[in-house]
């Protein structure tokens, strides 16, 4: 869980989304975060963390359901949704912590 708090500590914000490889909710979100990491660039970090090879992490965290989006900044968490969205709506959340 370390290297977790060296991923979330960046001064740019970081987008984590929480998955799983069976669920249909978080297959069908892959291709709309690899549109907001591609729209952002370098100016925001995107990682995905598949909860089932990640089930301590998933638990502190309290991953009850995926996908579930998680905004970091500097270490802390300043937004956090379960469900799908669509990428201009995630990209407007990270513009606004850039």
């Given at each position: 869980?370390?290297?977790?708090?060296?991923?979330?500590?960046?001064?740019?914000?970081?987008?984590?989304?929480?998955?799983?490889?069976?669920?249909?909710?978080?297959?069908?979100?892959?291709?709309?975060?690899?549109?907001?990491?591609?729209?952002?660039?370098?100016?925001?970090?995107?990682?995905?963390?598949d909860?089932?090879?990640?089930?301590?992490?998933?638990d502190?965290?309290?991953?009850?359901?995926?996908?579930?989006?998680?905004?970091?900044?500097?270490?802390?968490?300043?937004?956090?949704?379960?469900?799908?969205?669509?990428?201009?709506?995630?990209?407007?959340?990270?513009?606004?912590?850039?």
């Amino acid at each position: 869980m370390s290297k977790f708090g060296e991923l979330i500590s960046a001064p740019i914000p970081v987008l984590i989304d929480f998955y799983t490889e069976w669920n249909d909710q978080s297959v069908a979100m892959h291709p709309v975060i690899r549109d907001v990491a591609a729209a952002l660039g370098d100016k925001a970090k995107v990682i995905k963390i598949d909860v089932e090879k990640n089930q301590e992490l998933a638990d502190a965290l309290r991953i009850k359901g995926v996908p579930t989006l998680m905004i970091y900044k500097e270490g802390q968490m300043v937004w956090r949704q379960s469900g799908e969205l669509d990428a201009n709506t995630i990209i407007g959340l990270i513009q606004e912590q850039i």
